[in-house]
């Protein structure tokens, strides 16, 4: 198996701004007890299909995964010209405790690749919250010849945390893209990346990071 790419620091950050003098006063706190909910509100591009992602939270309210079912790219033999390039944009609307907010500090993400000798590939993201500006793309590159599963981890440091606004409600958006590029390799074999696992589904881990909103 493929070890974990690994990119750190403000200059690769989830969401690479600037903390407010409050929030980076406060910093980390513990989850908070009461219940998370997530709402998947959006769902677009050709990687997640309408009804092949879903969104669960971990009974600890550390994390939250997204998990998909038709989501791989492909090029060569059976593949279609648009298939080289599938991406997938999320709107998800987190619910936290009154007193809360929070940021997401790493995403791990998971699939399996196949990639002919002279083909290459590339899975990348990024992350914002409704309103503000977009990030730029996080991206983790491939090369054939492989066939294993893979890993990536974008990752971002305490004082490049970005928190959602406290007492407002706004939508994480997040972009994620698979590319394959045949290359030099055989035209008459199938190079592909899929987030996916043994079971047919991705999944993909975002892990929170909280923070408890000053008293009014």
């Known amino acids: 198996m493929l070890k ?9 950050a989830l969401l690479a701004m600037p903390l407010s003098p409050s929030a980076a006063a406060h910093g980390l706190d513990s989850p908070p007890p009461g219940k998370i ?16 992602a879903a969104v669960a939270v971990s009974p600890d309210n550390t994390a939250f995964t997204v998990t998909y079912s038709d989501y791989m790219a492909q090029v060569g033999v059976g593949a279609r010209p648009t298939d080289f390039r599938k991406n997938c944009q999320l ?16 995403a791990d993400y998971r699939g399996y690749g196949h990639l002919e000798n ?3 590939g590339l899975e990348r993201a990024n992350y914002y919250f409704q309103g ?3 990030t730029s793309y996080i991206e983790h590159p491939f090369s054939g010849p492989m066939d294993d599963d893979w890993q990536t981890t974008d990752t ?4 490049s945390l970005v928190y959602a606004p406290c007492g407002e ?18 035209p008459n074999t199938t190079s592909f990346l899929s987030m996916d696992s ?3 589904s991705i999944t993909t881990v975002y892990h929170f990071a909280w923070k408890q909103c000053p008293s009014r």
Request: aromatic fraction near 4%; charge should be negative.
């Open 4 to 12: 974990p790419m690994l990119i750190g620091g403000a200059a690769a």
């Open 37 to 52: 909910v997530i709402d998947l509100v959006n769902v677009n591009g050709s990687g997640c299909p309408a009804g092949t």
């Open 91 to 106: 709107g998800l609307d987190v619910h936290v405790p009154q007193g809360f907010t929070y940021a997401v500090a790493e």
């Open 118 to 120: 002279g083909a290459s």
């Open 132 to 134: 503000m500006q977009q």
């Open 156 to 159: 971002t440091d305490v004082a």
């Open 169 to 186: 409600e706004r939508n994480f958006n997040i972009n994620t893209e698979l590319r394959v590029n045949a290359g030099t390799s055989d």
């Open 198 to 200: 043994t079971d047919g």
